[in-house]
């Protein structure tokens, strides 16, 4: 906990590779302090067949889920934050945008809780 899930165009993992796109992501959340680093989660998702807007224009798009007790403005510095770093990596990309979305507490479960 966190995880953050990357979906994007195949194409930008052909201008970056994934694991520059998952260390940015990843140390991104690492820099607001909000996370323990050892527990972010980051994955990546190139698609092949898409369609944006009823075009084919490449896009980035991140999953933030995170638990729940963050404030909305410690939310929304995240998604800025974020978005900002990968806008600066990939400035030819026209959709780069994020969401984040709460875990609930009470029926989040991992293996090492039962």
Do not use: W
Request: net charge neutral.
């Amino acid at each position: 906990m966190p995880h953050f899930v990357i979906d994007c165009s195949e194409q930008i993992v052909k201008l970056k590779s994934p694991q520059e796109i998952n260390q940015k992501v990843y140390d991104t959340a690492v820099s607001t302090g909000l996370f323990i680093p050892e527990e972010i989660k980051v994955r990546i998702n190139p698609f092949q067949y898409y369609i944006t807007g009823n075009t084919s224009d490449h896009f980035i798009h991140v999953f933030g889920n995170i638990m729940e007790g963050r404030t909305t403005e410690q939310k929304a510095e995240l998604s800025k934050r974020i978005v900002s770093e990968l806008k600066v990596m990939f400035p030819e990309v026209p959709i780069i945008s994020i969401n984040i979305r709460d875990f609930e507490r009470a029926t989040y479960c991992n293996k090492s809780m039962v």
